[in-house]
């Protein structure tokens, strides 16, 4: 256990180090702190400063850009006796992603999602070479095995970001995908996309914040309604989810604590073509059902343009709001798209059946920004939670394997066998719809015959699987005491 291993940690240092030696320990960096700054103080291409390609005293350097599904399950399964791990990432930690949207409601608090970093993979704590940065990477340098970073700051009035370099051995990128507005204007500037914690604490505060200023005197009801009115664009598995959260907030929350109101407020579902595509469609029908039952108004149309207070489908039907979010699919990063190597369809970085790049040596690609190449024959796979996690796994294998056949360095591993390629089976889809009821669907295709249920028993079931695939024992603890606290007391309406 971490306390119990400090500690142990704490106790021993004290027993071994004597007072006459206390002055002269004090002047002797720690070994770790010594090779940070030799690495930080050379230069290492033009005006970045950074880390150093590796020498023949060190182990070889896996740098990670990303810290999602892909990067993180690659972090904790690496092998940290062969590799150091470096990982590049806007943020510290990875956001358990599909119990996010019960954040946004109280269901959940949202410390329960996210899982530090450190705690996936602790040689970044530890190991001398072994780091991590909070930054945002800005390029690759294929030909001198170079990472360009530059470091976020939050806010205007922090210090400038600083620009460094960080030299591979292995250079994995999985820096994930952003949000999909389809050239829509006005979707970035006005509505909240449910991707990241700080989206779900924006649709919480903004969703508290109208409820209590619907109950102010002298707000007219046509205010009001548009106040109360949250509006959901997207009938896939994560919009359908957050509208089934939302029912259950408003018929079980809403009603007895702001009974003022409680007749204003009203979720709608926008949908282009049909909700839940891949899912069943006993399931579907299912699903559509309990919505329209939990309160949710479900239209189909496409929206074309996006305004402050509502928004416009292709037949010019207006549709006012108080809280928009936008929930339909992911594209490329700008990040990815800089990147000059061959694209897989739809502008994914192209890999070939090992997750490899192929026109850059030492180059990997797993989760959402990545695509197999139309040479490999293979489709592109969806953008899921469980692709990433399963190419994250596949990949650290391959590296372990490689680096104890000897091709952990830079160039080493032309002539090896990789072995096996990677191969994908879709072990079937989940969703809640709110009302202690969900939706499994373990069929590996849409067209395949397999299990498929719902209501409560797929409620339990969706509950139990992921509870058990929250990473770490501490956020399993923290969930099953939310739920337990949730379902005794309601959820927590303090808007903080």
Not at 108 to 134: D, K, M, N, T
Not at 164 to 184: N, P, Q, R
Not at 216 to 235: A, F, I, M, N, Q
């Amino acid at each position: 256990m971490p306390w119990l291993r400090n500690f142990i940690q704490l106790s021993s240092t004290f027993t071994r180090q004597s007072p006459l030696r206390k002055s002269s320990a004090l002047s002797v960096p720690p070994p770790f702190l010594a090779q940070l700054l030799r690495h930080l103080s050379s230069d290492s291409g033009g005006s970045y400063a950074g880390l150093g390609p590796t020498k023949g005293d060190e182990k070889p350097r896996v740098v990670v850009l990303g810290s999602g599904w892909a990067g993180c399950r690659l972090i904790k399964d690496i092998d940290t006796k062969t590799y150091d791990v470096v990982c590049v990432s806007p943020r510290n930690h990875m956001v358990f992603t599909p119990l996010l949207a019960s954040t946004c409601v109280g269901t959940l608090e949202f410390r329960s999602v996210a899982e530090p970093i450190g705690r996936i993979q602790p040689a970044i704590s530890r190991e001398p070479g072994s780091y991590f940065f909070l930054a945002n990477s800005t390029g690759v340098d294929f030909q001198n095995h170079q990472v360009r970073c530059q470091t976020v700051t939050d806010g205007t009035h922090t210090v400038d970001p600083r620009n460094f370099s960080i030299s591979y051995d292995k250079l994995v990128i999985a820096s994930g995908a952003e949000a999909s507005t389809f050239g829509i204007k006005g979707a970035r500037e006005h509505a909240i996309f449910l991707r990241e914690v700080h989206h779900a604490q924006e649709i919480r505060r903004k969703l508290l914040l109208n409820l209590m200023l619907s109950d102010v005197p002298g707000v007219t009801d046509e205010e009001k309604c548009r106040l109360l009115h949250c509006v959901v664009v997207g009938g896939g598995p994560t919009g359908v989810e957050f509208s089934g959260e939302l029912s259950d907030f408003i018929m079980k929350d809403v009603h007895q604590r702001y009974t003022h109101v409680k007749d204003y407020i009203h979720v709608t579902l926008v949908e282009a073509s049909e909700i839940l595509s891949s899912f069943d469609d006993r399931l579907r029908k299912y699903a559509i059902k309990q919505l329209t039952k939990s309160g949710v108004r479900l239209v189909h149309g496409i929206v074309k343009d996006v305004q402050p207070q509502k928004i416009i489908l292709s037949d010019d039907t207006d549709i006012p709001y108080g809280l928009l979010v936008w929930s339909t699919g992911v594209g490329p990063s700008p990040f990815v798209k800089s990147l000059e190597v061959p694209k897989a369809p739809g502008g994914r970085i192209g890999i070939d059946d090992w997750l490899r790049v192929p026109s850059v040596p030492d180059v990997f690609a797993i989760g959402d920004c990545s695509g197999f190449l139309e040479s490999t024959g293979k489709p592109v796979l969806p953008a899921l939670a469980q692709v990433a996690e399963r190419q994250g796994k596949y990949l650290s294998k391959l590296l372990n394997n490689m680096g104890k056949s000897g091709g952990g360095r830079a160039n080493a591993a032309k002539e090896l066998d990789l072995g096996k390629s990677f191969v994908y089976r879709h072990l079937g889809s989940m969703a809640t719809i709110g009302r202690y009821k969900a939706l499994v669907d373990l069929r590996q295709s849409k067209e395949a015959k397999g299990l498929s249920m719902a209501g409560f028993p797929s409620w339990f079931v969706w509950r139990s699987a992921y509870l058990t695939r929250v990473i770490s024992w501490r956020n399993r603890f923290y969930v099953a005491v939310n739920w337990l606290t949730t379902f005794v007391f309601g959820r927590d309406i303090s808007r903080i």
